[in-house]
């Protein structure tokens, strides 16, 4: 009889072990489809908003985004617009783009960066508008939430300042 207890204590421990092992796999992709079908989506102002087309360079592409304005009273960033350059191996080591925003067929501003080899060198960005959508930007790092480059992935991630209207 203590043999047996003793044999189930352990079948049970491993068991245990094995549906602590199995379990995140079951559980997450259930937890995931409940927290999508809640309809959640996570704040623009952190994902840049959605994308609202792309433009084909040669060798790679531009990303841009919806603009995102802020929609809480609490202080929250100034309005933005997100533009993404991918992927980043492929751009060139100076880049100067004039970039559509609205989609007119006319360029709304003129974004200039280089890009060094060193992957954790500190970017600069300089962007000149060419109508009243856009604030400048003169060798903007990552001033502000609004206002900066960063490398994220393969990507090089810029927010531009919309002008108030």
Known sequence: MQRLKAVLGYAGAVLTVVAMLVMPFVLFPLLQRGV???GVEVDPVYTGGRTARIIAR????IIVNQPVRSRALLARPAAFVQLAWTP???LPAQVTDEVDLDGDGRADLTVCFELPADTTAELFVDVTPAGGMVLPLRRVSN????ALIARVGDRIVVR???ATR
């Open 36 to 38: 999508a079908a809640t």
């Open 58 to 61: 040669d060798g790679y592409r």
């Open 88 to 90: 980043a191996g492929a």
């Open 143 to 146: 001033d502000s939430f609004s």
């Open 160 to 162: 531009v300042p919309l």
